[in-house]
């Protein structure tokens, strides 16, 4: 049977692990620590039904995608242009979406789903949705 929560648990620390690394060896490691380290902790500390939790969660699903997409199309750009030289920077995007993927497992995970788009609601934080519900009433 698949344990989803030893795989996050094991997943944090190995993000725990890199963002510690990652800090004390990187001049850089501001761009990627952020996102290793609030995806571990969130990871390690599931509150579904707190509001903190979710916005935190939804913030860092987002920065995380966009960061991901902004390396990949940047260093294929770079890639073109510069065949010899060494990106030791793409090394970063497998760690980021992992934590980006096991956040919004997470999220997804322990809530119920009555259609395909109801995945999508529960990405909005709970406050959001509700305005959004009552403004179109």
């Known amino acids: 049977m698949f344990d989803y929560r030893l795989l996050s648990i094991s997943t944090s620390l190995i993000l725990l692990a890199k963002a510690s690394f990652q800090y004390r060896t990187d001049a850089d490691w501001w761009l990627y620590v952020p996102i290793y380290l609030l995806s571990a902790v969130l990871n390690l500390i599931p509150c579904n039904r707190k509001p903190w ?10 920065v ?3 960061q991901i997409a902004f390396l990949v199309w940047s260093f294929r750009r ?4 510069l ?14 979406a992992v934590g980006v993927f096991v956040l919004t497992t997470g999220r997804l ?3 119920q789903h009555t259609s395909f788009l109801s995945y999508f609601r529960i990405l ?3 406050k959001r949705r509700n305005r959004l ?3 179109k009433l």
């Open 53 to 62: 939790w979710r916005l935190f969660t939804s913030v860092i699903i987002v």
């Open 64 to 66: 995380g995608c966009a």
């Open 78 to 81: 770079v890639a073109h242009s």
């Open 83 to 96: 065949l010899q030289e060494e990106f030791k920077e793409a090394r970063n995007i497998l760690p980021l």
């Open 109 to 111: 995970i322990n809530h």
């Open 124 to 126: 909005i934080p709970r």
């Open 133 to 135: 519900m009552e403004s």
